[in-house]
């Protein structure tokens, strides 16, 4: 059963540009979203929390979720080699504490110099 | 942002062993959890543990994996026989009562079984 979807990559951005993350998901997850960064061999990092619809920015990141079309996007501005990374989509399973989370498969990107 | 260790961060064993996972956390915690990750494979979740007892588990956690608090800081994800399929890397993650929605992971174990 389908639930966090995303396009599994690779998406290549020149250095300096604007990279766009996408993710969709079905109603049988809580609609409230995480993007987690994960450098090859390396554990999920936390890098966005997003609980309500709109956008939210944190330095050179973004997130925009739209409940009514069930899309949640991260932008991330100025794109660094160093930005290089899976990057995956989540939601918790319920809005409730200790819900576990439903990972999407990520999306690498690949910032090129 | 709450901290946790793992150990060991590589562990090889040979089909039909016993393996102990060990995660500590650094910083103020609240609920702790396992996840693995095959290789080239979805992150997945195993179990959730609150209040030393499990609140949730996976169809993945079957009677070969246990979780425990042994000395009330670590936590620990044990696998009683192992087999070729669960080699992966195990990811314990954990929650703060500044935002319990929140999980963050720890640098995880990367389980090899022989």
């Known amino acids: 059963q389908k639930e966090v979807e995303q396009n599994s990559g690779p998406l290549s951005v020149p250095e300096g540009a604007i990279a766009s993350l996408n993710c969709t998901y079905s109603?049988?997850?809580?609609?409230?979203f995480f993007w987690y960064r994960q450098y090859s061999g390396k554990s999920p990092e936390l890098i966005m929390s997003?609980?309500?619809?709109g956008d939210k920015e944190d330095g050179r990141f973004t997130a925009q979720l739209n409940k009514a079309s069930q899309y949640v996007s991260l932008l991330i501005r100025d794109s660094q080699p160093s930005d290089s990374a899976t990057y995956l989509c989540?939601?918790?399973?319920?809005?409730?504490?200790?819900?576990?989370?439903?990972f999407g498969s990520g999306t690498r990107l690949s910032i090129r110099p | 942002e709450p901290e946790v260790t793992q150990t060991p961060s590589h562990q090889v064993t040979q089909m039909g062993q016993e393996v102990i996972l060990r995660c500590v956390p650094i910083?103020?915690?609240?609920?702790f959890y396992w996840y693995r990750q095959i290789l080239g494979q979805k992150v997945e979740f195993l179990v959730s543990?609150?209040?030393?007892?499990?609140?949730?588990k996976s169809e993945i956690f079957d009677d070969q994996f246990s979780v425990e608090r042994p000395d009330g800081s670590n936590f620990t994800l044990k696998i009683r026989s192992t087999k070729l399929e669960d080699s992966a890397m195990y990811f314990c993650?954990?929650?703060?009562?500044?935002?319990?929605?929140?999980?963050?992971f720890g640098p995880g174990t990367r389980l090899t079984v022989t």
């Open positions: 989540a939601a918790p399973q319920a809005h409730s504490s200790a819900s576990k989370i439903i």
């Open positions: 543990f609150y209040n030393n007892e499990i609140s949730e």
């Open positions: 109603d049988r997850v809580s609609q409230s």
């Open positions: 910083s103020n915690h609240l609920y």
């Open positions: 997003i609980y309500s619809n």
């Open positions: 993650a954990i929650t703060d009562r500044a935002d319990p929605y929140e999980q963050y």
